[in-house]
Each structure stands twice: as C-alpha cells, then as structure tokens.
C-alpha cells in the first residue's frame, strides 16, 4: 500500500494528478490530510474542485508554531505509519507537513517519495527551504520539476540513481482544469475586461510580517492600481497583517482567497501576477502570463529563464517599474519548460510501480 499525504493549499494541485492516478492504476493508497489547512477556502474547496477523493485519515493539526505544527504532524502521523505500515509514503512541496510525514516514515524506515525535490532559494531564512533540504535528504524516490532541481541535489551528494526529472505535476492539475476554470468567466463577476486587470498574492512571512516591509508593498500595489487595476485575494496569515497595519489599499481590491477554478481563470486572462508564491511563478510560466516575483530569489529558476518571471524583490521602486514593463510583454515572449505537459504524474507513477515492483523482488 501506497501512503499519499497533503496538508497544505499548494498540495493539493501537486498531488491530486499522482492521487488519481494512484487511484486509476488500481494501486491500493491510503490518503492522508494532515489538517494543517483547514478553512473551507483553503482546503475543501480544492478537494470538490480538483475531484479529490475524500481523505482516508484526517490528521487535523491545525495551525500553530513552526515546531509546534510540525511536531503535531509527526506524531500524529507516525501512529499512521505504524498501523498501517505503507511500502512507501508520497508527500510533496515544501510545506511544514511534508517535513514532518517524511520523517516520521523516514525514521521507522519506510521508504519516501518526494514530489518538487531539489527545488533550493538558498535562502535559509525561508521556514520552505529548511523543510525542501530535510525532505529531500531522507527521500528514496526524488522527483524533480526542472533541471536545476537534479543539479542541486546532485552537489548535495544524493545519488543519481534516486532523482527522476518527472516535469510539473502542478502543471498537468492546471492543463487538466484550465478550460473548465475559463469556461466561469470569473473575471466577469469581478467587473473586469480580460487581459486588462493585475492579480496579486502575497503571504510569506519575509513579506508580510515585517510591518515595514508590508507597507512597501502596499506603496508599490497603490502606485501600480493607478495603472493597472488591481484584485488582491488575501491569505488569512496576511489578513492579519493587514488588519494590523491599518492602512488603507484602495485602489487595491482586497478579497477573501479564491477556490482554484477561479483563481486559475483569473490568472489566466491577467496582465500581469504579483506575487510571492512558488507555485504561482510556474503556473503563470505554464500560462504565458508575466509574472513579478515579490522576492529577491526563486527555487524556480526555470520560470525566470523561459521569460516570464522577473524577481523584482519588495522595494517599491523595483517593483513599479517592473510591472509597468511586466504590462508590455506578450505571450509569445515566452516559452514553456520540458516536461510541463500534463504527463507529469503518469511519469512518476511509471517510476513508483517499476520501484515496488523491484523491491518486491528484491
Ligand atoms: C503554508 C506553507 C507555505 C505555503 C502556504 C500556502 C509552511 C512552513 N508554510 O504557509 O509554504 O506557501 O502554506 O498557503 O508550511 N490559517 C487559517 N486557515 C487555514 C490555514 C491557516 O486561518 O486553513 C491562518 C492561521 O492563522 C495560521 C496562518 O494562517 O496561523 C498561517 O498558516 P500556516 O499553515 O502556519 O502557514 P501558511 O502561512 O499558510
């Protein structure tokens, strides 16, 4: 049996297609939510709109300090483990919920699977870097996205015959949804003209716990609405921010978080993507979409090479400017990464079965 686990928003587009297909294959998996979203905005929805089955084991962590989540996550988790004793355990990303599953498999020797290895900023001061380098260290199988992930972990020393450039298998969520999400014109409700409006989000604590930093941004976001009208779905980490602040946004449209169909048929007819997500920089990379990285560096520096993300950091000035080229630029600028197909997640699957089937031998 097949241990799948996801925790956090970003998750459950990552893992879904390998989810599913676990499940078309007929291979047995027990799936795991960790709990540590939990709002109907941050995670049912996504299990209703991506088709995700219902969870196995509900975990139910919640929120809560770093070590405090991630120790929540464990030993809940290992209880898991030792009912159940999975041949192997698939987590993915770089969430506090993919650390702490794949050490506790880790450390009653159960083989895991890490989808997005080797992704590195190299930035330690990211709470998803320290959790990238772990996860990938105790990992059997690691799959990665884009080729920097392979030479990452290679100068880290793992060994080749460990890492699989599988492509994106956030993207084949996005490739298989992406009618569906255009066909709801969400952009029709919202009152805005196709290619005409910015997106942004905003949520990593570099950004939005520093109040300074925070109002930088919000300056920068002003400034750039003059141009270019700008919705904003706020996090609820980054509400609270906000909340605390006390400045006012306007022209910015703050608005509770989005369901993924919305947000994906939104960030497909934008102008331009603000944002200091990772997983928003390679789903606008898949979409053509220029896109501005509120961040100073990207683990995914694939997105950069292919055209259509620019780091513009956090200070106002490099962030105006970069969007008022990011506004110019046109689809045809960019290209799209190998491996992005959609066929992601049957690669990897291909991988696993061959992997059991071997072990079982051995
Ligand atoms: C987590 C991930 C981050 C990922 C992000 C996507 C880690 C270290 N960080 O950050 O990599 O990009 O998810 O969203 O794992 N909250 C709610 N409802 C929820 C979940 C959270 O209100 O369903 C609030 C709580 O106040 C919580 C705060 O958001 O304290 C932060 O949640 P947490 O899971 O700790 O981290 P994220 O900032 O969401």
Same mark, same amino acid.
């Given at each position: 049996?097949?241990? %799948? ?12 297609? /390998? ?5 078309? @294959? ?30 196995? +084991? ?11 989540? %991630?120790?929540?996550?464990? $030993? ?11 041949? $192997? ?11 702490? !599953? ?6 009653? !020797?159960?083989?895991? &699977?890490?989808?997005? &290895? ?13 959790? @990238? ?46 009618? @569906? ?31 300074? %930093? ?30 605390? $602040? ?5 022209? /910015? ?30 789903? %606008?990379?898949? $979409?053509?979409?220029?896109? /501005? ?42 290209? +799209?990464?190998?491996? =992005? ?5 049957? @690669?990897?699957?291909? +991988?696993?079965?061959? =992997? ?7």
């Amino acid at each position: 049996m097949i241990c %799948t686990v996801v925790g956090a928003r970003p998750n459950f587009m990552k893992m879904a297609p /390998v989810i599913l297909e676990l499940q078309r @294959r007929g291979i047995a998996q027990t799936f795991v939510h960790t709990g540590q979203h939990y709002d109907a905005v941050m995670s049912d929805i996504f299990f209703a709109e991506l088709g995700l089955p219902r969870p196995d +084991i509900y975990l139910g962590v919640g929120s809560g300090s770093h070590a405090e989540q %991630t120790a929540r996550v464990m $030993l809940a988790f290992e209880k898991v483990c030792l009912e159940h004793r999975p041949e $192997l355990v698939v987590v993915g990303g770089d969430v506090n919920s993919t650390l702490a !599953c794949a050490l506790s498999a880790a450390k009653l !020797c159960i083989p895991v &699977a890490h989808l997005e &290895a080797g992704l590195r900023s190299f930035d330690r001061s990211m709470p998803e870097e320290i959790n @990238r380098i772990l996860t990938d260290h105790v990992s059997d199988l690691l799959f990665t996205s884009e080729p920097s992930g392979n030479e990452n972990l290679h100068k880290e020393g793992v060994a080749w015959q460990k890492i699989h450039l599988v492509g994106n298998c956030m993207i084949d969520s996005l490739r298989t949804h992406l009618k @569906r999400a255009l066909e709801r014109r969400p952009w029709t409700e919202l009152g805005l003209q196709p290619g005409e409006f910015g997106l942004v989000t905003l949520h990593r604590p570099a950004a939005v716990d520093d109040p300074q %930093t925070l109002e930088g941004l919000r300056q920068a976001l002003r400034e750039i609405a003059e141009f270019v009208p700008l919705l904003f779905p706020v996090h609820p980490r980054t509400r609270k921010c906000i909340e605390a $602040l006390g400045h006012d946004w306007t022209p /910015v449209r703050l608005i509770d978080p989005l369901g993924y169909l919305e947000f994906l048929g939104l960030m497909a007819k934008a102008a331009v993507v603000l944002t200091d997500s990772g997983g928003i920089q390679e789903e %606008t990379t898949a $979409l053509r979409v220029p896109c /501005v990285t509120l961040r100073s560096n990207t683990e995914r520096p694939i997105t950069v090479q292919v055209g259509s993300n620019r780091l513009a950091g956090t200070r106002r000035d490099g962030i105006v400017s970069a969007a008022r080229e990011a506004v110019m630029r046109k689809a045809e600028e960019f290209l +799209i990464p190998e491996l =992005w197909d959609g066929q992601a997640a049957r @690669r990897v699957v291909n +991988i696993v079965q061959h =992997w059991l089937l071997a072990r079982q031998a051995a």
